[in-house]
């Protein structure tokens, strides 16, 4: 795997998580600076991620980068909004998160 391309998707999710938190601090849009910030930091992210996508497979850099964006998100919400996760979320994203290490190493 490229290492550039790969730091594109890293870099790229984030991005897009950063800016899941802003969408949160929105308070759906009702603060919109909060939501122009995000909107703006989801472009972002889909542009790193288009550049990532010049050596990588589509469906590898946007598994690799939903699976780091989900746990990412889960977490973050966790820390900074105390949002928690029943444990079959926890499987759903070890599963998620097994099935894009499986579909990276081929």
């Known amino acids: 795997m490229n290492l550039t391309a790969f730091l594109f998707v890293v870099c790229s999710a984030l991005i897009d998580i950063a800016a899941n938190m802003m969408v949160a601090k929105s308070d759906g849009f009702?603060?919109?600076?909060?939501?122009?910030?995000?909107?703006?930091?989801?472009?972002?992210?889909?542009?790193?991620?288009?550049?990532?996508?010049?050596?990588?497979?589509?469906?590898?850099?946007?598994?690799?980068?939903?699976?780091?964006g989900v746990?990412?998100?889960?977490?973050?919400?966790?820390?900074?909004?105390?949002?928690?996760?029943?444990?079959?979320g926890w499987v759903g994203i070890a599963l998620v998160t097994a099935a894009v290490v499986v579909l990276s190493s081929h």
Do not use: E, H, S
């Open 30 to 68: 009702r603060k919109p600076a909060w939501g122009v910030a995000a909107i703006v930091l989801v472009w972002i992210a889909f542009a790193m991620l288009g550049q990532a996508v010049k050596t990588l497979d589509l469906a590898t850099a946007y598994a690799m980068w939903g699976a780091i």
């Open 71 to 88: 746990i990412g998100t889960a977490l973050c919400g966790r820390v900074l909004f105390g949002n928690r996760l029943r444990p079959i």
